[in-house]
């Protein structure tokens, strides 16, 4: 089974931190690229970071870059979204994903979610 389970989401006020780890399971978690995107209410899904198999590069949307950072432990399985300065339209479910690209085929997985609300 192909497992990525969210954790670390739930209620911050403004100005607070939380940090999401998704733990991953039934592939080498070492040969996928990981990244977060979230889904505000009534919206789309929106890509909020990435980061590469080895943990080489990091790569943000504008609206979190300098606020979120990203990171990944690969003896862990794990790859973490630490969030900073949470403001109220950071409130979403966010969701973690992994991919891996080979000339013939893909492979891309999901996680189910984990809601973080930023209110006061």
């Known amino acids: 089974q192909v497992l990525l389970v969210e954790s670390g989401g739930g209620l911050a006020q403004p100005g607070g931190s939380l940090r999401l780890s998704c733990v991953a399971s039934?592939?080498?978690?070492?040969?996928?690229?990981m990244s977060w995107a979230r889904q505000a209410p009534g919206k789309g899904l929106e890509w909020v970071s990435g980061?590469?198999?080895?943990?080489?590069?990091?790569y943000y949307a504008d609206s979190v870059k300098g606020r979120f950072t990203i990171s990944r432990d690969n003896a862990k399985n794990t790859v973490y979204l630490q969030m900073n300065g949470l403001k109220p339209e950071d409130t979403a479910v966010y969701y973690c994903?992994?991919?891996?690209?080979?000339?013939?085929?893909?492979?891309?997985?999901w996680g189910q979610g984990t809601q973080v609300t930023v209110s006061s």
């Open positions: 994903n992994a991919l891996y690209m080979g000339d013939d085929y893909r492979y891309d997985y």
């Open positions: 039934g592939f080498t978690f070492s040969n996928y690229a």
């Open positions: 980061i590469y198999s080895d943990g080489s590069d990091t």
